[in-house]
Structure formats: C-alpha cells, structure tokens
C-alpha cells in the first residue's frame, strides 16, 4: 500500500480558533494573538490547551513553539517544525506534517498555526518582498508580491486567454460571501463590479479589489487522530491528504518557470488524487488561497475544476456561490474579503463549512479542498471531509 494513501483519515480537525483585527490595530503582539488563537482552538475542540504537544507554521512565522509554551501551560513539547518559504505555499504542507506527526505517533494534539501583527514585525508584505524578491528583480523594479504576481497574472491573460469575466466572477463572489458573514472584513458591504472598475489600479493587470487583504491576527487548528477526534466536542473534520513542492521546471526565484502562465499545482493535485482515490468532480465547496484573483482561478485549472477553454462559460457568479451554485468557492469571503492572516482563515472556513457552521453553507458538503500559495516557489493543496471516503 502506498504510505501517503494508508495515512488518509489518520488525522482529524477538532478545533478552530481566530481573531482577526484591522491592520495595525491589535491590541496584543503576535506572542499574545496566537495563544489566545491556540486556546480558542482548544475551547472549541474541549481540550486543555496544556495537552497540545506539537506545533507546526509556515510563511516565517516568528512565534517558535518553546516561546509559547508558558503560557499554554505546555506538559511536554513533542513536536515542532516550520515549512520553509516565505509564502503561503506552505499552508496545506503544515497540514501534511501535522498529519504525519499523528499518524506515526510523534505527537498527540498538533495545532497548525499563523499568526501576523503589524506592531510586532512589520507588514506582510514587506516580509514576503524580503523573503521572495531576490536583488536582481528589485534593481528592475520588481519590489512587492502584487508586482511579481503581476507579471504571472499578465501572461495567463495574453497566454491563456484568462477571462476578464472570471476575474470579476470570483471577486463578486468573495464580497458576496463576505457581506452574509459577520466575522468577515467586508461584512455588511454591498459590492457591485462598479466599485470593483472605479478601484484603483495596485499593479497592472490588478484593480484594489483583486488583492487580498492585510489583516492584524492570528489563526490556529487543532489536529488530533481521527479516533480522539470523534470523542471530542466538535464534528471530526478529516484530513483525507495534503501534498506539496513543485515539478520540475519550478520554483526558482528569478521567476523563470517553465510554465510561467500557471500556478504550479499540477503535481500536487496529481498526488492529491491519487492518495484519495477521489477526483475534482467529487469536490463539494473549494477555499482558494487567492493573493490575487487571477492566481486564484489559475489554481482552479490546475486542480481540474475547470479549464481555460471552459472558464468563461464555468466561472460566472451564480455558479460560485452558496448555497446553490454547482463550483462554490471562498464561503467566507476568503483572502480578498473576509481578511488575511497569510490564509489560515481559508482552512479555518473549510472546517467551519464542513461542520456546518458556515455563515454560507454548501447543503450537504461532504469534501472540501483547500488550497495554498499559488504561484509560490512550492505550493500546497489538501482535501478534507466528514466522513470517511
């Protein structure tokens, strides 16, 4: 049996924990927000925060496991590691490793974890130019994500005829979620695509509206064997499988991939299927980790849920939104407009929606993909479900 596919199920969500506040406004560090995070996640599930012992994070996070440990009470730290890159591209990988610290026993109750705080260091955006923009591209004037992004984003439009009409579909699509859900930045907001076109311009092709949010926060999910999980207070989420990296071909930092027009999920969603035995039609509600909406539609593509051909005539608005559409994607108004804390909400909003807690729910959504950091050095993708399939 294939090791990845005999892990599937292993692993279970029990708890989700959040806070969220605009940027710059917190009133505690990134040390206090992703410990409230962290016991918020174990008050959902019913466990002593003092049980968890194992922590993974992703994207730099600056908040190291032993520096958390007084004041989560820790009993014993068993397991701690961090995804390398400086994107989210790392996300459903942090999941990946949670899973595989449970499954083979390293570590009873892992909490995956991402935490951003302004006053404590700096701007994500500045971080990620740091961590990805290497000198070469800065002395060409290549200094923020919305700028590199930009150039992928161009070529998908004059390369793969990426549809002006999608773009808009999605980003409706996202305020429309967020405007019915009251943890959501843009609850309330009655957006139409003339607030979206008198948008400013961030970095051509991208409009204001086309990028995700910078939030104060922080956001925790706790992991446990599936067995646990079922004795807990919450609905087991399952973690069916994650995988990530890149293909040949991908991932160097001078922007030079071999396919620069997509978003470098072929692989992944290759091994994401093969691990599950599941395919894109059996996907009921899709979370995309969209830092722009055109890397998030490419995502799409590269998990198969539609095709450039077919785009246009696939992602229209109706079709994305809950609770009737037939591709539902980002209930909660995902990066662009229920906020952005590097996308931990958007795994936090799978696991929601999967319990039945969404402020849009699926009717009855049974599997749910998440995806992470498309067009990152590496990236990351993973299906969870309520059910054993």
């Given amino acids: 049996m294939n090791a990845a596919r005999g892990m599937k199920g292993a692993a279970a969500a029990a708890g989700v924990g959040i806070l969220q506040f605009k940027r710059g406004m917190s009133p505690v560090g990134e040390g206090g927000a992703v410990v409230r995070a962290i016991v918020a996640a174990c008050e959902d599930a019913g466990l002593d925060p003092s049980e ?17 440990m ?20 790392g996300l459903l990988a942090a999941f990946e490793l949670a899973g595989m610290a449970i499954a083979t026993g390293q570590a009873e109750a892992v909490v995956v974890y991402r935490a951003l705080v302004q006053g404590t260091n700096g701007r994500l955006s500045a971080a990620v130019a740091a961590h990805h923009l290497s000198n070469h591209m800065a002395t060409a004037g290549v200094v923020a994500p919305a700028h590199i992004c930009g150039l992928r984003a161009q070529r998908m439009i004059e390369e793969r005829h990426l549809p002006q009409s999608a773009i808009e579909a999605l980003v409706r699509a996202d305020y429309y ?3 019915r859900n009251p943890d959501a930045v843009a609850y309330g907001n009655h957006f139409t695509l003339d607030d979206y ?7 051509g092709p991208f409009r204001l509206y086309d990028a995700s949010r910078e939030n104060d926060g922080a956001g925790a999910v706790l992991m446990v064997s599936a067995e646990r999980a079922r004795d807990l207070r919450k609905k087991p989420v399952y973690l069916l ?24 999920f072929k692989s992944i969603a290759r091994r994401l299927w093969e691990r ?6 059996d996907v009921d509600v899709t979370q995309l980790y969209e830092n722009f909406s055109h890397q998030g539609l ?6 198969g849920l539609t095709t450039w051909e077919s785009m246009a005539e696939d992602v229209v608005f109706e079709n994305l939104i809950a609770p009737s559409g037939w591709m539902p994607v980002n ?40 995806t992470g950091g498309p067009g990152s050095p590496i990236n990351s993708s993973a299906l969870f479900a309520n059910e054993l399939v």
């Fill in 52 to 68: 968890v012992d194992g922590f993974v994070s992703y994207g730099d996070d600056h908040n190291q496991p032993d520096r958390l």
């Fill in 70 to 89: 007084g004041d989560l009470g820790t009993r014993e730290l068993r397991f701690t590691t961090a995804v390398w890159g400086g994107g989210a591209g």
């Fill in 177 to 179: 979620h967020a405007s």
């Fill in 197 to 203: 076109y008198a948008s400013r311009r961030v970095a």
């Fill in 241 to 264: 499988a994650a995988a990530s990296g890149a293909h040949k071909g991908w991932g160097d930092t001078i922007e030079n991939d071999d396919d620069y027009s997509a978003t470098g």
């Fill in 276 to 281: 599950t035995g599941l395919g894109p039609r």
């Fill in 298 to 303: 490419s995502a799409l593509v590269d998990h």
């Fill in 331 to 370: 209930t909660s108004g995902g990066n662009l407009a229920q906020g952005f804390i590097h996308g931990i909400n958007v795994v936090i909003e799978g696991v929601r929606q999967l319990r039945g807690e969404s402020a849009n729910p699926v009717p009855d959504a049974k599997i749910c993909l998440v």
